[in-house]
C-alpha cells in the first residue's frame, strides 16, 4: 500500500508565495519521477512540473520562473511565487514508482491540495 499526502494550499493574495508538500509513504522500493498536476474547475488536469531520478526539473510554460519543484527523499515540494489568479485550481502529487525489486512502476495520486489565488 503506497499514500501520497499532500498539504500547503491555501487562500493567497496575487504575488504571494505558497510551498505545496507531498509526503509518500507506504511499501516504496524506488520512486522513478514524481511531479505535480493541477486542475482548475472546468478544465482538464495538467502538469505543472516534474522530474525524473536523476533529471533535470521540468515545468509547464506557464509556471517558469515562479515554481521550483524540489524533491527530498520520499517528499517532493513545490515552491510556488508570484502567484496570479489564473493558478488557482485543486493540485495533485503524483508519483512512478515501484514497490519492490521485481514489479513494474505504477502510477500513484494524492488527494489534492486548493490553492486560490484572489484579493
Known amino acids: 500500500q503506497v499514500h501520497l499526502v499532500e498539504s500547503g494550499g491555501g487562500l493567497v493574495q496575487p504575488g504571494g508565495s505558497l510551498r505545496l508538500s507531498c509526503a509518500a509513504s507506504?511499501?516504496?522500493?524506488?520512486?522513478?519521477?514524481m511531479a505535480w498536476h493541477r486542475q482548475a474547475p472546468g478544465k482538464q488536469r495538467e502538469l505543472v512540473a516534474s522530474?525524473?531520478?536523476?533529471?533535470s526539473p521540468t515545468y509547464a510554460d506557464s509556471v517558469k520562473g515562479r515554481f521550483t519543484i524540489s524533491r527530498d527523499k520520499n517528499t517532493v515540494y513545490l515552491q510556488m511565487n508570484s502567484l496570479k489568479p489564473e493558478d488557482t485550481a485543486n493540485y495533485y502529487c503524483?508519483?512512478?514508482?515501484?514497490?519492490?525489486?521485481?514489479?513494474?512502476?505504477?502510477?500513484?495520486w494524492g488527494q489534492g491540495t486548493q490553492v486560490t489565488v484572489s484579493s
Open positions: 507506504g511499501n516504496i522500493f524506488s520512486i522513478n519521477a
Open positions: 522530474f525524473t531520478s536523476g533529471g
Open positions: 503524483n508519483a512512478v514508482l515501484t514497490t519492490n525489486w521485481m514489479s513494474r512502476p505504477s502510477n500513484y
